[in-house]
């Protein structure tokens, strides 16, 4: 059942199907430590390699990537179609994981988007 997408997508996360159910979609959020890293290089690797690669995964809808100087921390919520598209993305992170130097996973898991503003 393909969802009937038109360009709210991302107003409404529960759209109807052409048989009148509701889709919902699932969010990947990933926490991390990046204290190690210094701004310049964090803001280019998630604007210029992390955001861009997220875009391309399969279910792909929507991504935010944030972080904050003061806490050291940062923060990935990607949005996809499907729980097994999620889950797949998580299946191939885990907390301890330094996905580049100066960073370390905190905090992986997958959760239900039910609305967005």
């Known amino acids: 059942m393909e ?3 038109g360009t709210d997508i991302h107003k409404w996360v529960r759209v109807r199907t052409s048989q009148g159910d509701c889709v919902v979609m699932f969010g990947v959020l990933v926490e991390v430590d990046n204290s190690g890293e210094a701004r310049d290089a ?5 604007r210029e390699e992390l955001a861009p690669a997220m875009k391309q995964t399969p279910g792909f809808q929507s ?3 944030a972080t904050n100087d003061s806490s050291g921390t940062g923060l990935m919520l990607v949005v996809y179609e499907t729980r097994g598209q999620a889950d797949a993305i998580v299946g191939r992170l885990q907390v301890g994981m330094s996905p580049r130097p100066g960073v370390t996973i905190t905090r992986v898991e997958v959760i239900e988007v039910v609305a967005t503003a």
Do not use: A, N
């Not at 964090?42 to 998630?46: A, E, M, T, V, Y």
């Open 3 to 5: 969802p009937q997408i």
């Open 42 to 46: 964090r803001i280019k690797g998630l």
């Open 63 to 65: 991504g935010v990537f």
